[in-house]
């Protein structure tokens, strides 16, 4: 009987999931008006929330500036810290350049585990101008091969970008 219960009570969170999902995505008769209007430069560089991302729907309304869009062009997305010890914090700089024709704005970054930290640019970044993902990765309780992803949620036709670290961690015992 429980299982049963348990059951049912999975399969209506599924349900109400799904059903916000599409009701999120469904532009009402209003805003689909508002999403064809493209913005001007001025509204695409608003200050990011800082108390957290900006939500998908909004995001599309940033994205594109008459049609243009940014373009994150990263000089690596890989980087191999090597044979490292246990215990060990190293840190790498991913260095980018917005080629694009927008504003690029990054509203999130987070790492695949706590031990993987990005830190980022808040403010929109013009076209032609060059930043970086500074990213630290703390070794302690790692053993062996360690492959660790840093996923910038930002501005770009893609969305998102995905950005990785690689180490050998050897014990110093």
């Known amino acids: 009987m429980k299982k049963r219960i348990s059951l049912y009570v999975a399969l209506a969170a599924i349900a109400m999931t799904v059903s916000c999902k599409k009701t999120e995505d469904a532009p009402s008769e209003n805003e689909g008006a508002k999403q064809e209007a493209p913005l001007n430069a001025a509204a695409a560089a608003t200050p990011i929330n800082p108390n957290g991302p900006a939500q998908p729907h909004k995001l599309m309304q940033i994205q594109s500036i008459d049609g243009k869009v940014p373009v994150m062009s990263f000089d690596t997305k890989e980087h191999d810290f090597g044979t490292i010890n246990e215990g060990d914090k190293v840190m790498y700089d991913f260095k980018f350049k917005n080629t694009g024709e ?72």
């Open 102 to 173: 927008a504003p690029l704005i990054i509203m999130d970054a987070k790492g695949s585990c706590g031990c993987t930290v990005p830190e980022f640019p808040r403010e929109p970044i013009a076209p032609g101008k060059e930043e970086k993902i500074h990213v630290i990765f703390n070794s302690k309780g790692k053993l062996g091969q360690q492959t660790k992803s840093v996923t910038l949620t930002c501005n770009t036709k893609a969305g998102q970008e995905i950005l990785q670290i690689k180490s050998k961690i050897v014990s110093l015992h």
